[in-house]
C-alpha cells in the first residue's frame, strides 16, 4: 500500500512539474521556423511491421517499409545539425537493460555482438522537399532522445552494403512506450 501511494505521489508531482512545460518536441529548424513534427506523427500504428534485419537483406530503394525501433545501437546516434538519427529494431534485445547491468550508456546497446547490432540498425532522416536531410537538431526532442521507441513508416532512400546503413526517409511516425531500465 504504501508503494502504491508513494509512486502515486510521484506521478502526481511528474504531471504537476510537467503542466506548464513547453513540449521540447518544438525545436527551431534554423531557418527562422518551428517544426513540432505534427505532419508526420500517426494517430494509428501502422500494419505489416517488418524487422530490420530483414529490410537490409530485402529492401531496395524506393520501397514503402514499416518497423518498430528504437532511438540506439551506438553511443553516438545522433547526426549533428541534421534530422536523421540511428536507431536499431524493437525487438532486438539490450541487455545493458538488465536490472545487474549498470551501463552508463544503455541506448548504445555495447553489451552487444557488434555485428548483430550492425544487422538490425537503420539511419532514419527527416527530409525536405529535395530529398535531403532536414538542417536541425533533433537529439534533445522527445520523439528523438536516447532509448525513444517508435515505429516508423517511409521509403528506403539507400539500401544497406558493407559500406552503408540502411537508410529510410520518414513518412510517419508512431511513437511507443518508452524503453526503460528494469
Known sequence: MKKIITSLMVLALAVIVGCGKEGTDTIDTGNGSTNTFTDITLTAK????????????????GDEVVFTCVVGGESKVHITGLAAT????????????????????PWDYCCSPVEERKANMALIQIVDENGKAQKMDISQTDTFKNLSAMTIKGTVSKAHSDESILTIDVKGIFPEAPIVKK
Open 86 to 105: 540511428k536507431v536499431i529494431d524493437a525487438a532486438y534485445p539490450n541487455p545493458c537493460l538488465a536490472e545487474d547491468d549498470h551501463c552508463k550508456t
Open 46 to 61: 501502422p500494419d505489416s511491421v517488418q524487422p530490420i534485419n530483414d529490410l537490409q537483406k530485402q529492401a531496395k530503394v
